[in-house]
């Protein structure tokens, strides 16, 4: 587990910088997106990643890492987006921003070593393109809650898909780096 913890970390705190140097080049734009907009900037993140798969090459030059870190962020925002007052400003500083992301990243982590020590590392045994469909699949279910005006019976709610999208997405960059790190 300690691996996988600094593994772990060290992915999300790349993701962690993205974030940060983006809110000080756009500010918090992002918060103008309603929850299903976060939905479909994920989808459009996850289904690249698919596309490219499948068809074994791209022609946009943003690679497949930068677009698991992208569904990482987004997922990140999302559950900002679900936790914080719908009065907060839409432009919040760049402490408050840090924050926030700190604050979904405590949860997301803890809930990783939970579903890890349950589940026994299953991930590890994945295929990257797994995570990709793990992801598209709980992006289904979330259109489908968002549809349902945001009511289940018996599943978890959209802030439960988007952290495991979240956490699927660092799996993913995790893989990445060590068939690198493999090939080199």
Not at 9 to 33: E, H, I, P, Q
Not at 75 to 94: A, R, Y
Not at 127 to 155: A, C, F, P
Request: contains cysteine; aromatic residues 10%.
């Amino acid at each position: 587990m300690e691996r996988t913890l600094k593994q772990y970390n060290t992915a999300f705190d790349k993701c962690r910088t993205v974030f940060l140097k983006k809110t000080k080049d756009y500010g918090t734009s992002w918060r103008v997106f309603r929850i299903k907009s976060i939905t479909d900037q994920l989808y459009i993140k996850a289904k690249r990643i698919r596309t490219i798969d499948e068809k074994g090459q791209q022609k946009i030059g943003d690679s497949v890492e930068s677009e698991f870190m992208a569904c990482v962020n987004y997922g990140v925002m999302g559950l900002i987006q679900l936790s914080i007052d719908k009065n907060e400003p839409t432009e919040l500083s760049e402490v408050q921003a840090a924050k926030y992301y700190d604050e979904q990243r405590k949860i997301i982590t803890d809930l990783m070593i939970a579903k890890n020590h349950d589940y026994g590392e299953a991930w590890r045994d994945m295929r990257i393109s797994s995570y990709t469909d793990m992801i598209l699949t709980k992006l289904h279910r979330v259109k489908q809650i968002e549809e349902n005006d945001g009511k289940t019976l018996i599943s978890e709610g959209i802030d439960g898909h988007y952290s495991d999208i979240v956490n699927y997405a660092i799996f993913a960059m995790i893989k990445i780096e060590e068939n690198r790190s493999e090939k080199s």
